[in-house]
């Protein structure tokens, strides 16, 4: 299993500001995932980062509102930047398991005021 | 696109059974899987099926019918621990790539 940890766990930002957040893997991974979570909803998938290339972005997310960087195989950061009141949400990192599965990290728990 | 639906709310008694049905409509089909997500915490992987039948681990199982685009959980002797959202997602790309998750199933486990 992979050990992922990510930070801040929450925050609370003005409108207009840009938050960073880290995310970082116990092992090396070739891609690492971005997802987003409104409370009391379903997980979207923003985003796949590779190390050492441009990430994909899913459709209705774009690089100057959630730029990513992935420097290396075991960290990544998402920024959200600009933010208003409808980026208020969890956002959570993610890594494929040898299995088939995905292991998350606790999450951040973003509320934009 | 993908879609994929599940029921909003099931309740259910401790030490009782219940099955969690999933549809699924998507282009490029690799599994589906099966998350659980207590408040407040992290999706965690209870099950991936990629072939058709019944995948048991413990107290979880988990179906599914290519053909018929469907899957479910099935939860055998609740535990009131159990009671949490679960998801089904579906892999757009192997293993875990590119996951579609449903909108979530509330499950609530009662004495």
């Known amino acids: 299993s992979a050990v992922i940890s990510q930070k801040p766990s929450r925050d609370i930002c003005q409108r207009g500001t840009s938050l960073t957040i880290q995310c970082q893997v116990d092992s090396q991974v070739t891609m690492m995932f971005w997802y987003r979570q409104q409370p009391g909803q379903s997980l979207t998938l923003i985003a796949t980062a590779n190390q050492g290339s441009e990430a994909t972005y899913e459709s209705g997310f774009v690089i100057d509102k959630f730029p990513i960087s992935r420097p290396n195989l075991t960290f990544s950061t998402l920024t959200v930047s600009n933010m208003s009141p409808e980026d208020s949400s969890i956002y959570l990192c993610?890594?494929?398991?040898?299995?088939?599965?995905?292991?998350f990290g606790q999450g951040t728990r973003l509320t934009v005021v | 696109g993908q879609s994929l639906e599940q029921p909003s709310e099931v309740t259910a008694v401790e030490g009782a059974i219940v099955q969690i049905n999933c549809t699924y409509q998507?282009?490029?089909?690799?599994?589906l899987s099966w998350y659980q997500q207590h408040d407040g915490g992290a999706p965690t992987f209870l099950s991936y099926?990629?072939?058709?039948g019944l995948e048991e681990t413990g107290r979880f199982s988990s179906f599914l019918s290519r053909s018929d685009s469907y899957g479910y959980l099935l939860l055998q002797e609740l535990q009131m621990k159990d009671s949490a959202s679960y998801f089904c997602?579906?892999?757009?790309?192997?293993?875990?790539?590119?996951?579609?998750f449903g909108k979530g199933t509330k499950l609530s486990v009662i004495p």
């Open positions: 997602a579906v892999s757009s790309g192997a293993g875990s790539y590119q996951l579609t």
């Open positions: 099926n990629a072939l058709d």
């Open positions: 998507t282009s490029g089909f690799y599994g």
């Open positions: 993610s890594v494929e398991g040898a299995y088939n599965e995905a292991f």
